[in-house]
């Protein structure tokens, strides 16, 4: 099914110019006073965008059913890249800690967890759509659990925090669109929110008045209304069990998300040259590649992470708006696809890779300024990174698709 | 999934508004970031690239009364470092010591400069040398944070000559810090210690500059910032003083190695300090840039104290210099005249009460000075004449005319820790120290003689006959020219002070200091001979003075001298003769060695 009229060129546009974008920053941040290794590194990153696009074009040519087919087996793969990783894998020079790489005889091919976000979300789509009524109850989620659970589980022992997050934001997202209602994802949620508020005695009180009022008036089945408050009351009471068991590092990267000056040349210091960088940025920013923070070597991980801040420190305010507003459209576009897709699989796919980008968006960009904890997770389009880069553009080709068999005219603006 | 396309449509409406309320309160947080607290975070953006590299301003030159520089500033160079904690500073500290010399003292100062003041680059070395400087030059990309700069360092030309006046600058130390008078100065800024530099040190400091350099995150210097931060370093205007570097080059040159003890010259009209020298004496220069400790040791474990500034700082016995002090106590009171004789002749001692006084003479030649005048008995330095003048004052009256001649005070010369000498406040002394019973009226004897309980600085004796050399105003002695400050200390009509002068004069011309004589011009003083006790080999080792002016009848320069442990005081005045000769250009005659 070739249907080439009828591309979705706001979608192609609004993505072909969050990489342009992107690629410039990537290459502002290599402009430091004292040349680094990622001074080149942008016409690195260009190549995969190359590489991204081709591939999109690709998978826009191809059919959401073929998508559909190949998702099982991508899904087992990807699992098996996973386990192997546990095994295998080799970190990278900043968290070294991490096994994160898939590397062959030392060549470093890439970040599979990246990939496995988008084959997640198929597979995820794949499940979900199988059902004509949404889930009621926490016991019918089962398997969508499972879906997600194993890939979250096996990233979880890498172990990478923030990968680990997106799926769970892609989990919440696909379940709130295949029409769960939000008292039971309110109730799914509750042991980890119970997870973070054991810290105050007081906080994690009130919220368990809530979930009473919530489980008497959602009435799920009594076991699962039981198995609930257990779980809240466990995660409450293993808290801080748990904490003692985070490394170091994660522990201070929290504690630096409350108080970031409370460890100003370590974990604090990233957070804090962040949004000096930006907010020294101004209305308008010291001009393209001239932010001192960055320059002066001050900005961390100034083409990964901290990318953002970047745009921040050089544009000011106004690239920040823009950047803000192309992602904007981006996640609009993708709802509109997913709205008008042709069937729930397609649907589905739509919302979740839209969720994907969502939760690395917030949670990156709300990073730079310490609106969220450091989590290590990278700006879609931005961020230095060919498995990512590729990643994301495997998302826009798959959308192109759903957005080509839609209903209606996909080249449509609204 | 449920599909239903009111489901769809619902559930999309929600989707676009919490995606849209999401992305707003983004941009309303960095609005808030960028916007309105944009002058907060450019501030703290300066503050992280710019370093302020404090230039540390020239200190005054000093010069002597005719434009001779006694203290000048060279070229220098200071190393140090702007660390980011202690840790790195020990570890900088640690691969510096592995290029260059390093000793644990600078370490360790280092490190408590660093603690005191983390904001400001952290001196190392105040004075490297230049093989210092190169080899760091050299290593420049291993030390991104060491700051080599050109500083100007302390030169005295003359060091060891002037050592005694003019003190050397050093660091400023902790417990500087801490005191109120050095409020505003930082740790590894240098400060005047001892002698004019610290006396003066807020007329000499001069306002230090900074330069602010932008620099990375790694400490490297990128470039010079914007200049218009930056503030020059202002010199401190200089310092002219009453010295005359002739005349102390000429004094230390006659002290050389082997003298021991001080002397002051002044100009009596004024109270300006022409030369002041204590031997033995130091190299100032050698201070500059951190005492060496091997130095320092030598210095404290001398037996011959060269620390102590023997002019302003060594309390002697003055001897016979002191009967002047009597004499103008028993004038002002009207006791006497300088023609008055006293009831006992001199036959070489004085009986009083069960035990005899005995005169200089009677050591020498076991003879007496005879039945003579105020005037002969100055001259003569007799100390019967005086034991019965000191009698006929009265122990209260001498004691309060001692206190009214400054005997007591100090100089206010301008120099730091000058001693105060040492004379009592009145009779009640000697009750308070000996108890009501535990002295006689024979300590007035001593007294008259300048032994017993006195003590007197050098520059005090120096003051005293100023005013003896002029009429009766005591000038503060002035290193630094200002305003003479002059007391009047007593009133003797116009015959009596010439009396006195001419007396003084006779001791040069006839009496016991003939061997100061010089040709030409009429020199007058008093030597004295004090008893200190010590003995070598049976003999007593005493100190030697003599203060005395010229020319006597129009004087313009006094000089007092001080041998510790010199012997007779005639040796005294040869060197005090020998500097006022030079002085006044005039050749002494050869000196003839008498007794006495």
């Known amino acids: 099914m070739f249907r080439k009229t009828l591309a979705d060129y706001p979608l192609a546009i609004t993505a072909i110019a969050l990489s342009l974008f992107g690629v410039a920053i990537v290459y502002s941040a290599g402009q430091t006073d004292i040349p680094t290794y990622v001074a080149p590194l942008w016409k690195t990153q260009l190549m995969w965008l190359g590489l991204g696009v081709l591939c999109a074009w690709g998978i826009g040519n191809s059919s959401v059913r073929l998508i559909e087919w190949a998702t099982w087996p991508a899904y087992l793969l990807t699992l098996f890249t996973l ?13 070294g800690h991490m096994r994160s790489w898939l590397a062959i005889g030392g060549h470093r091919l890439g970040q599979p967890a990246e990939i496995a976000k988008i084959v997640v979300v198929l597979m995820l789509a794949k499940v979900l759509a199988e059902r004509r009524e949404a889930p009621k109850s926490l016991l019918e989620l089962w398997k969508p659990g499972l879906v997600v659970g194993i ?33 039971l994802l309110v109730l799914l949620a509750s042991p980890v929110v119970s997870l973070v508020l ?15 009022a919530l489980v008497l008036w959602y009435k799920p089945y009594l076991l699962e209304g039981i198995v609930l408050v257990v779980a809240n009351v466990a995660t409450g009471v293993i808290a801080p069990i748990l904490w003692e068991k985070l490394a170091p590092y994660q522990q201070n990267r929290l504690k630096v998300f409350l108080d970031p000056s409370a460890d100003p040349r370590a974990s604090g210091y990233h957070v804090l040259q962040s949004k000096i960088a930006i907010g020294s940025g101004g209305l308008f920013g010291n001009g393209f590649t001239l932010g001192t923070q960055k320059r002066s070597g001050f900005l961390p991980e100034q083409h990964t992470d901290f990318i953002f ?46 969720s994907c980008w969502l939760v690395h968006v917030v949670v990156n960009i709300g990073m730079t300024l310490n609106l969220m904890p450091i989590t290590g997770i990278p700006l879609p389009f931005f961020s230095y990174g060919g498995s990512f880069m590729l990643a994301s553009w495997l998302g826009i080709g798959i959308l192109l698709r759903i957005s080509g068999e839609g209903r209606g005219q996909a080249g449509a603006i609204l | 999934m449920s599909v239903h396309p009111n489901d ?20 309303v947080a960095f609005f808030n970031a960028q916007v309105l607290q944009h002058d907060r975070y450019k501030l703290q953006s300066q503050e992280n690239r710019l370093r302020a590299l404090p230039l540390p301003a020239p200190r005054g030159i000093i010069y002597d009364r005719y434009g001779n520089i006694i203290a000048e500033n060279l070229p220098g160079y200071s190393v140090s470092i702007a660390p980011v904690n202690v840790d790195s500073l020990k570890s900088s500290l640690t691969h510096l010591a592995s290029v260059i010399t390093l000793s644990q003292d600078q370490i360790n100062a280092a490190i408590r400069r660093f603690r005191r003041d983390p904001n400001r680059p952290t001196l190392i070395m105040s004075d490297a040398s230049m093989s210092v400087v190169s080899v760091l030059e050299e290593h420049r990309i291993n030390f991104p944070r060491f700051i080599i700069q050109s500083v100007p360092k302390r030169f005295y030309p003359d060091g060891p000559a002037v050592a005694s006046f003019v003190g050397y600058t050093g660091e400023i130390t902790d417990a500087d810090l801490n005191s109120p008078a050095y409020a505003g100065y930082k740790p590894g800024q240098l400060i005047g210690k001892g002698g004019i530099e610290k006396e003066y040190e807020k007329v000499l400091r001069g306002t230090e500059g900074v330069r602010y350099d932008e620099v990375d995150a790694r400490g490297r210097q990128v470039r010079q910032a914007t200049p218009r931060l930056d503030l020059n370093p202002e010199p401190a205007p200089p310092l002219y003083t009453n010295i005359d570097m002739d005349l102390q080059r000429y004094v230390a040159g006659i002290f050389g190695d082997s003298l021991v003890g001080g002397a002051v010259a002044l100009d009596p009209r004024d109270g300006g300090v022409l030369a002041l020298y204590s031997a033995p004496s130091y190299d100032v220069n050698k201070f500059t840039g951190g005492i060496p400790a091997d130095y320092w040791r030598s210095l404290l474990n001398d037996e011959r104290r060269p620390l102590v500034n023997k002019t302003t700082q060594g309390r002697y016995p003055p001897g016979s210099t002191f009967k002047l002090v009597t004499a103008v106590t028993a004038l002002q009171e009207g006791l006497v005249t300088l023609d008055s004789r006293m009831p006992t002749p001199c036959t ?76 009592p406040y009145a009779v009640d002394y000697y009750n308070k120290t000996y108890g009501a019973r535990g002295w006689s009226n024979a300590v007035t004897l001593n007294l008259a003689i300048g032994q017993g309980e006195n003590s007197q600085t050098v ?11 002029t009429d009766g105003n005591a000038p503060t002695p002035e290193i630094v020219k200002r305003t003479p400050v002059k007391t009047r200390i007593f009133k003797l009509s116009q015959e009596e002070m010439d009396g006195l002068r001419t007396a003084l004069a006779g001791v040069v011309g006839q009496g016991t200091a003939q061997s100061a004589r010089i040709q030409g011009i009429m020199l007058a003083g008093k030597t004295g001979t004090a008893q200190t006790g010590k003995f070598v080999n049976g003999v007593e080792q005493n100190h030697a003075w003599f203060v005395g002016f010229a020319p006597a009848d129009k004087p313009t320069i006094v000089v007092a001298v001080m041998l510790e442990f010199g012997g007779h005081g005639g040796r005294a005045a040869h060197v005090a003769s020998s500097i006022i000769s030079h002085y006044l250009k005039v050749a002494p005659v050869t000196a003839v060695q008498t007794e006495g």
């Open chain 1, 83 to 95: 386990a192997s990783l546990l095994v295998l894998g080799a970190g990278t020079g900043a968290n």
């Open chain 2, 459 to 469: 520059v005090n004796m120096a003051r005293f006959y100023a005013a003896l050399a």
């Open chain 1, 151 to 183: 890939p979250f589980a096996m990233i979880m022992l890498q172990p990478d925090l923030g990968s680990a997050i997106v799926f769970v934001g892609i989990f919440f997202g696909m379940l709130f669109w295949s029409g769960v209602p939000w008292p």
């Open chain 2, 8 to 27: 769809i449509a619902r559930r999309s409406r929600i989707a676009t508004l919490a995606l849209g309320a999401l992305i707003l309160s983004l941009m």
């Open chain 1, 198 to 212: 054991s810290f105050s005695t007081g906080l994690w009180g009130a919220w368990f008045l809530v979930l009473i």
């Open chain 2, 348 to 423: 070489g001692g004085f009986q009083y009460g069960n035990r005899t006084f005995h005169c200089w003479t009677y050591y020498s030649h076991r003879a007496g000075h005879g039945d003579i005048t105020l005037s002969q008995a100055i001259e003569e330095s007799c100390d019967v004449y005086f034991y019965q003048l000191g009698l006929k004052v009265g122990l209260a009256n001498l004691i309060a005319g001692g206190v009214s001649l400054g005997m007591r005070e100090t100089t206010g010369i301008d120099l730091p820790d000058e001693k105060r000498p040492l004379w």
């Open chain 1, 309 to 354: 801040a970047v745009v921040g420190e050089e544009l000011g305010f106004i690239g920040v708006a823009v950047a803000l507003t192309l992602f904007l459209a981006l996640f609009l576009r993708a709802t509109r696809i997913a709205t008008r897709a042709n069937d729930p699989f397609g649907s589905l796919a739509a919302f979740g890779l839209m």
